[in-house]
C-alpha cells in the first residue's frame, strides 16, 4: 500500500550543529511535500512545503530536498537551536476526488537539541 | 491569527461511554479533518469532512463516528468507548485553492479510556 515511512526515529545533536531528517514516500502521484514540527503539549506546526515539480526549496534555516528518482525527501536544519527540539513530521499530500488535498503523514522523528 | 481549538486538552473516560470530542476552527476553512496519534505511529486519519454534512471514511474509521453541522465545527463520536482508543486526537482544518495542502493542528485532546 501508499506509505510515507522515516529511516530513523530518534535524532541527536548539538547545538550549533547542522540536522538531516529523512523521509521516504511511496506515492509518485503526490502533489505536495510538507514538513510540520510538533513540539511536546502542541498540534503539528506547518514549516516548509516543496511541490513535486522542484528539488530545492529553502526557508529560514531550513532546506528541503527531494529527490523522485529513490522516492526520499529530507528537511535540513541549519545551525540547531535547543528550540528546534521536536518531533517532525512529513506529509505526501495528493489531490481527493473532491478537489482537496489528502495528507500522508509519516511516522515522526525526534530531534533532541543538547546544548 | 489562524486558530483551531478542541474542546479539551485531557479527558478521562470509562469502557462503554459515548465520547464526543469537539473541534472548531476560525479560518472559514472548507476541510475538516481528526486523526489520532500513537507512539511510533504518526497520525492516521479517522474521517475527513470536505463541507458541512459531508464526510469521508480515513484510514481507520472503524469504532468512530463524526458530525459536522456547521462549516467551523467538526465532532469526532465514540459510540462506546474501549480502551484500545486511548490515544492523542488531534483536529487540523484546511481550505481551497493556494495553499490548501497545509493543514492547521489543533492541540489535541489526550483520551484515556479505563
Known amino acids: 500500500g501508499e506509505s510515507v515511512g522515516l529511516h530513523l526515529p530518534t535524532l541527536s545533536v548539538q547545538e550549533g550543529d547542522n540536522s538531516i531528517i529523512n523521509c521516504a514516500y511511496s506515492?509518485?502521484?503526490?502533489?505536495?511535500f510538507i514538513w510540520y514540527k510538533q513540539e511536546s503539549g502542541k498540534g503539528p506546526q506547518f514549516i516548509i512545503d516543496?511541490?513535486?515539480?522542484?528539488d530545492k526549496r529553502q526557508g529560514q534555516r531550513v532546506t528541503v530536498l527531494l529527490n523522485k528518482t529513490v522516492k526520499h525527501l529530507s528537511l535540513q536544519i541549519a545551525a540547531t537551536q535547543p528550540g528546534d527540539s521536536a518531533v517532525y513530521f512529513c506529509?505526501?499530500?495528493?489531490?481527493?476526488?473532491?478537489?482537496?488535498?489528502?495528507?500522508?503523514f509519516g511516522r515522526g522523528t525526534s530531534l533532541i537539541v543538547h546544548p | 491569527d489562524v486558530k483551531v481549538t478542541q474542546s479539551s486538552r485531557y479527558l478521562v473516560k470509562r469502557t462503554g461511554e459515548k465520547v464526543f470530542l469537539e473541534c472548531v476552527q476560525d479560518?472559514?476553512?472548507?476541510?475538516m479533518f481528526w486523526y489520532r496519534q500513537d507512539p511510533g505511529l504518526g497520525l492516521r486519519l479517522i474521517y475527513f469532512?470536505?463541507?458541512?454534512?459531508?464526510?469521508e471514511k480515513g484510514d481507520i474509521p472503524e469504532g468512530y463516528s463524526v458530525s459536522r453541522e456547521k462549516k467551523e465545527r467538526f465532532s469526532l463520536i465514540l459510540e462506546s468507548a474501549s480502551t484500545n482508543q486511548t490515544s492523542m486526537y488531534l483536529c487540523?482544518?484546511?481550505?481551497?485553492?493556494?495553499?490548501?495542502?497545509?493543514?492547521?493542528f489543533g492541540p489535541g485532546t489526550r483520551l484515556t479510556v479505563t
Open positions: 516543496i511541490r513535486s515539480n522542484m
Open positions: 469532512s470536505y463541507d458541512v454534512k459531508m464526510k
Open positions: 487540523a482544518s484546511s481550505g481551497l485553492g493556494q495553499g490548501a495542502y497545509e493543514q492547521y
Open positions: 506529509a505526501e499530500n495528493h489531490i481527493w476526488a473532491g478537489g482537496s488535498y489528502i495528507p500522508t
Open positions: 506515492n509518485s502521484a503526490s502533489d505536495y
Open positions: 479560518m472559514d476553512h472548507e476541510n
